[in-house]
């Protein structure tokens, strides 16, 4: 069943005897993926009605399918070079797509497998029927019923069938063993595996930078230009929590402050705020109990303090609340003070 459609029984002695054959892997995988859920269709549509599982005509219809498949596949060849000295356009107006020409196939194959009950109840636009369907895929799945080994080789037959343009496989031949050995470690079509660790990816060497470009395990420079380097699945995870480069909003937004800035620069834009910070902070603590030319007046009166260094270092509306509380506390002791020396001395004057 699985044997390659150029074993024809003779040989062309003036035809190279070695074949490249490689085929696109993407694509190979695409098109043995569509050929279980196009199994399961024509044996669920089968036995709809019967007395009888879709299991129980799995086999021969496996094998139905396959000679089918590589028939239109062949006659598909045969059409376009039926067409004598069209053959070039001919191949331009056919689909660049093998996958859709051979899904076509498969549909074509599955609807005719429908039984008469199938035909006629109904049952086409069930959804118990797409249900039996999607168990019966998984079922094969399951029991390994059709490995995608054996799917795989046949897709490549059906490609190498199909693709006119020599677009998505290789079609060199070559007079020796060794010419051919000496080619595949150079096809565009030859089997790679992925070199980032973690990565189990097989790919034809075709698309080896598209999967460069988007393989989950690369490591890359942070896309928010830190110092770090990060494998690419972990990359959002990283932006927006720990990269220091990612923006955040600064810590008095709520008090009136909407700058944005990225977090590395957090301290700096602290202490270059610091007098607007004070003033937003202190217009939350006295409200309507002082005046703006008042709260600037407090906010010199901190600065000049010996707690300066202290107002630097609180980075979020709390801190430096507290900080604000504890020296005007001080202040207001020392003016009362101030205040008790000063009458004193008034007091002492005047008894003299």
Sequence with gaps: MDVPESDCGFVNESEPLFHCNQCDKELVRKIAQLLLPGLATACVDNTTGLFKSPASVAVVTRKEMVDYLKQRSQMYVTEAVGQGDDIANMVEEFSDEPTEIISGFVDDFASSKRNLFSRVSGWLSNESREEKIDDFVQEMETNVFWSIDRREAIAEILIRNVDLKRAFHCSKKFDSAQQ??????????????????????????????????????????????????????????????????????CPFYQVGCHSAFPLCNLEK????????????????????????????????????????????????????????????????????????????????????
């Design 180 to 249: 051919l050995a000496e080619h595949e470690t150079q096809c565009s079509f030859r089997i790679l595996g992925c070199t980032n660790e973690g990565c189990k990816a097989k790919f034809s060497a075709i698309h080896a930078e598209k999967h460069d470009s988007e393989c989950p395990f690369k490591v890359i420079p942070c896309e928010q230009k830190c110092s770090e380097r990060i494998v690419r699945h972990d990359m959002d995870r990283h932006c927006i929590t720990i990269c220091p480069m990612k923006l955040v909003n």
């Design 269 to 352: 834009h602290c202490s270059e705020c610091l007098r607007s910070h004070l003033l937003y902070v202190l217009q939350v603590l006295h409200k309507q109990e002082a005046s703006v030319e008042e709260l600037r007046r407090r906010v010199q009166l901190l600065e000049k303090s010996h707690t300066l260094s202290e107002l630097s270092e609180a980075l979020d509306v709390r801190s430096l609340t507290l900080v604000i509380k504890e020296q005007e506390a001080k202040m207001k002791k020392l003016e009362h003070d101030l205040s008790n020396i000063r009458d004193n001395q008034k007091l002492a004057k005047n008894v003299k």
